[in-house]
């Protein structure tokens, strides 16, 4: 106790009660991200599953991959790159979340077929998370009417032990703890 009244809180208890607010307020946040992860969770499962059922479209799984991967960890925007059969360059690429303004940019431009950054993970399919693009070693540059990137969070995407593509997502620097590879059974 404290001098003054008998029911007034000390310091040590006013101190005591704010760290157990702040440990609930991030209980919540830590609750909410593994809500988050639940539920992309369920969706990869789900897409697997279509992909077994070979009910849906192929482009249309790409397309709810690279959705979930955003979703995931918090992108504008991403991008899927699938790997031609011999996994040696990309084969298709899919983006999502371009402005129609990039798009309209983008017209006549090669998408990208694995050099740079996205070679890396080709040759490395571990997880990459790159907060300065062109200060990095292994970039390779833009292309003209390229959106700017910053940062990139990318990882490889496998099924069976065998590399699919890579994803990779822009924007704001990825949330800590973001990233990995995602594998499917």
């Known amino acids: 106790m404290t001098a003054g009244k008998p029911d007034e809180p000390g310091p040590s208890d006013q101190s005591s009660q704010a760290s157990r607010l702040r440990l609930g307020v991030e209980l919540e ?6 809500r988050t992860l ?3 969770q369920e969706r990869l499962h789900d897409l697997y599953e279509a992909v077994l059922a070979r009910d849906v479209d192929l482009s249309v799984v790409l397309q709810l991959i690279v959705d979930t991967a955003m979703e995931l960890v918090g992108a504008g925007c991403g991008a899927l790159g699938v790997l031609d059969e011999n996994g040696e360059y990309i084969d ?3 983006p999502v979340g371009l402005s129609e303004q990039e798009r309209a940019d983008l017209a006549g431009v090669e998408f990208p077929h694995g050099r740079g950054l996205l070679g ?5 399919p571990e997880p990459l998370r790159v907060d300065d693009i062109p200060a990095h070693p292994d970039s390779a540059g833009f292309p003209p009417g390229h959106p700017h990137l910053r940062t990139l969070l990318g990882a490889a995407f496998s099924t069976r032990g065998k590399i699919y593509g890579d994803g990779r997502r822009r924007g704001e620097p990825p949330r800590r703890g973001a990233g990995g590879a995602v594998r499917l059974p």
């Open 92 to 94: 298709r690429f899919i």
């Open 29 to 34: 946040q830590i609750a909410e991200q593994l």
């Open 120 to 124: 890396r993970l080709i040759a490395y």
């Open 38 to 40: 639940g539920r992309a």
